[in-house]
């Protein structure tokens, strides 16, 4: 049983999570380790996240709605992956052991935080490599590992979206991180939806954190726009970098 201040951690720390998945994603850094401290057992805490958050993700994908002008083919294309990848990561996150659990998760992180590092580079190489104008079609099958990895936990999922889109996308950030709010969305609704059947979940702590997190994916998404490009792409380097280490540690120690 939960008491006032855990629901309150819980509750403050989606609000955070929701602003920072709008502005750069990341937001399960804060809260997934927060539902680890009050007391829920890994799984359990990431299938809370995933439903918690899910209004958040709603909140940012509203707030940016307008960068997704011109946008609708990615959107019909790329949210349907998205869809697909959320469901699946959901499946295997409930066919996963703790150990499991723990063990996969810093890899993913890593990775994602090496393609935003060096998106532009990659970009580069491919056009010039593979003599091709337009590389969109080739963002499905990342997107689609980012989505399935999304489902399956989460924290880190909108940094891996934003590397595979601006990899293989010829836009600005701010358009693409406007994209990625959409397919964050559908890949975490899917999630929410089977973990919501068949998961383990806090239903009070979800209602807690899907008030903070709405809240703050609102208040995010509006400040997104006006945040630097390069501001926008270190805050996501950063945020993974840190996810990433923190369950390296973990993994470490055993």
Known sequence: MMNATSIALA????LVAGAVNA???????????????????????SATNTIALCPGYLGAA???RRDLVGQGKRVATLGAVGTVGGAVGAFLLLRSGEKTFTAIV????????LLIGFQARL????LERMKMQHTETLAVLPVGLAAIYGGYFGAGMGVMILAALGVFLSDNIIRINA????????TNIA????????GPIDWVIVLVMAVGAL???????AMASRIPAKVLRWTIVGLGTALSAVYFAKLLRG
């Open 11 to 14: 509750g403050g720390a989606a």
């Open 23 to 45: 502005i750069a994603g990341g937001g399960s850094l804060i809260t997934f380790p927060a539902l680890v401290a009050v007391g829920l057992p890994a799984v359990a805490a």
């Open 62 to 64: 509203f707030a940016q």
């Open 106 to 113: 810093p890899f993913l992180i890593l990775i994602a935080v």
């Open 123 to 126: 970009r580069a190489y491919l």
């Open 179 to 186: 994209l990625k709010q959409t397919i964050s969305l559908c």
């Open 191 to 198: 999630a929410a939806v089977i973990l919501a059947v068949w």
């Open 215 to 221: 809240a703050g994916g609102v208040l995010g998404g």
